[in-house]
């Protein structure tokens, strides 16, 4: 009974849902540093995780879900918001976020200004709040195989500074796409 109980309990954990820390501030406001967020890693697919390719594919990312991914240059798990999808227009100019010619976000600070047109079958992500990141701006577009799941919402949070310094009033608080 415990063998089945542990082997549906790594079963979820690499094919259903994870938790992950937010390590730092790059997401807030609608994150913050020392969050645990709730993964659905079944929301665009079934993924085979020896061959990290999707084998079942039945929903696609939407503008503004934020997703748990791979970062292409050094393969480390990140959160990051879909700002373009395929084949769309996103600039950055004067502190805005534009996509297909309409402002995304309107207080966004960067260090440079761009143009790009997003490739058919990939993505481009941002950080909600870094000048420094290291997002689509660094590392350019991303397949959809190195999307790994759809944060569905803070499942508790503690602020860093102590052991039980928790910040209960964002304990289960659902996300919320600004898009919907």
């Avoid at 799941?149 to 310094?165: C, E, P, R, Y």
């Amino acid at each position: 009974m415990i063998t089945l109980f542990l082997l549906l309990l790594v079963f979820s954990k690499c094919f259903i849902f994870g938790v992950f820390l937010v390590p730092f501030s790059y997401m807030e406001p609608a994150l913050q540093a020392g969050d645990r967020v709730a993964i659905n890693r079944l929301a665009f697919g079934f993924k085979n995780l020896w061959q990290e390719k999707l084998f079942i594919s039945w929903s696609s990312p939407r503008r503004g879900d934020i997703v748990l991914m791979a970062t292409p240059i050094i393969n480390k798990l990140t959160l990051k918001r879909i700002i373009g999808l395929p084949d769309d227009e996103v600039a950055i100019h004067h502190n805005q976020v534009m996509v297909n010619g309409k402002v995304f976000l309107a207080k966004f600070q960067s260090w440079d200004e761009r143009r790009v047109r997003v490739p058919p079958g990939k993505y481009y992500v941002l950080d909600d709040n870094s000048e420094e990141a290291s997002d689509s701006r660094v590392f350019g577009f991303v397949d959809k195989e190195a999307l790994l799941g759809q944060v569905k919402g803070v499942v508790f949070s503690t602020t860093g500074h102590g052991w039980l310094d928790f910040r209960h009033q964002r304990w289960f608080k659902p996300l919320i796409n600004p898009l919907k």
